[in-house]
């Protein structure tokens, strides 16, 4: 018997629900009986329809858009298991909103990735599992126990599978500066070359791509980055590439926020395909061709049993 709960459960907001009922296909469990609703002004409110005394209780949501509603219901969520005496409730946070807003940028600018994860921990949460973090220091944020599972082998795995032994032959590209470290790691488990596009930010959401690091003339690039969000900074790069003489461009980032003038930008750009993995809901096929979700829930399944029988999660990274 596991001291901290008699037994797994798993709940979700409304964030990605098709995600959790994946998670729990993969570990031939049930998704949790609840309701997440709002009254008729807009405050949020949760139902548990089935005891979770005892129990050692997994929240499955992911803070994107609507990211504040999405945030909201994670708390109250977490609140509710709280008072109903769940053994032990570890938020499993996907895509991990605010994220961005790790440091100050400028003078008087807040640090919200740090509120939020105040937030999470005031709320009742004793463990947090989140997936590529924006940036690793996150992970301090926080005075409870946060794994942060990375999407580097469900990439490595898949573009293995489609190029082959031609991998060795292609080159991965850095989108910028601050992606270089998680882009190296994903080059070498292909056994890549490694590119960096030097950029310039003019402001949010808006870069100037300025020169590319490297020779990716007459090569096949795949550009590696965390997330996609109006991907001014992604086109912008694989535009780059292209006038430098790159013969092809591939993309794969995370999480796939897909903001603003994002998917026409990306069906204009000289990238032929774009990976991500479904952290965040999948955009309407219809929309573009060029996407391709991977799941995530045969790794977040595997994490979730690990977590609860107290063993190492270290052979997910590898």
Same mark, same amino acid.
């Given at each position: ?9 798993v ?8 995600l959790?009922q ?8 049930k ?30 949501q ?10 909201m ?5 977490i ?8 053994g ?18 400028k ?10 994860a ?11 599992l ?5 940036a ?6 926080f ?29 991965v ?25 030097d ?8 870069c ?21 969000d ?11 590439? =292209? &006038? ?9 980032? $995370? ?5 603003g003038? *994002? @998917?026409? !930008?990306?069906?204009?750009s ?10 965040i809901?999948? =955009? &309407? ?9 991977? $799941? ?6 595997? *994490? @979730?049993? !690990? ?5 190492s999660?270290?052979k997910?990274?590898?």
């Amino acid at each position: 018997m596991i001291a901290h709960g008699k037994d797994i459960k798993v709940f979700a907001g409304n964030s990605n629900r098709k995600l959790a009922q994946e998670i729990c296909e993969q570990m031939g469990t049930k998704l949790g009986e609840a309701e997440v609703g709002t009254f008729s002004d807009g405050e949020i409110f949760v139902s548990l329809y089935e005891t979770v005394r005892g129990s050692d209780v997994f929240v499955v949501q992911s803070t994107c858009t609507p990211v504040n509603n999405n945030l909201m219901e994670l708390l109250i969520i977490i609140d509710a298991l709280k008072r109903a005496s769940a053994g032990r409730i570890t938020a499993v946070v996907p895509y991990f909103g605010y994220a961005r807003q790790d440091r100050k940028a400028k003078a008087r600018d807040p640090i919200t990735a740090k509120l939020v994860a105040n937030m999470i921990t005031a709320a009742g949460a004793d463990r947090v599992l989140a997936m590529d973090l924006h940036a690793a220091q996150i992970q301090g944020f926080f005075d409870i126990p946060v794994d942060n599972l990375a999407g580097n082998p469900i990439f490595v795995d898949y573009y293995a599978k489609k190029f082959g032994a031609v991998c060795e032959e292609m080159m991965v590209v850095s989108p910028d500066v601050g992606s270089v470290s998680r882009a190296r790691a994903f080059a070498q488990k292909l056994h890549m070359n490694l590119a960096i596009v030097d950029k310039r930010r003019q402001r949010a959401n808006q870069c100037e791509v300025m020169n590319v690091i490297g020779d990716v003339s007459g090569k096949d690039c795949i550009l590696f980055d965390d997330l996609v969000d109006t991907g001014g900074s992604l086109c912008n790069a694989a535009q780059a590439l =292209v &006038d430098h003489g790159a013969r092809s461009v591939h993309a794969c980032a $995370s999480h796939g926020v897909l903001s603003g003038p *994002a @998917i026409d !930008r990306i069906n204009a750009s000289p990238i032929q395909e774009l990976a991500l993995l479904d952290t965040i809901p999948a =955009v &309407d096929p219809s929309r573009s061709g060029k996407l391709k979700y991977l $799941s995530v829930a045969p790794m977040i399944g595997e *994490a @979730i049993e !690990r977590i609860y029988q107290e063993v190492s999660i270290s052979k997910l990274f590898r």
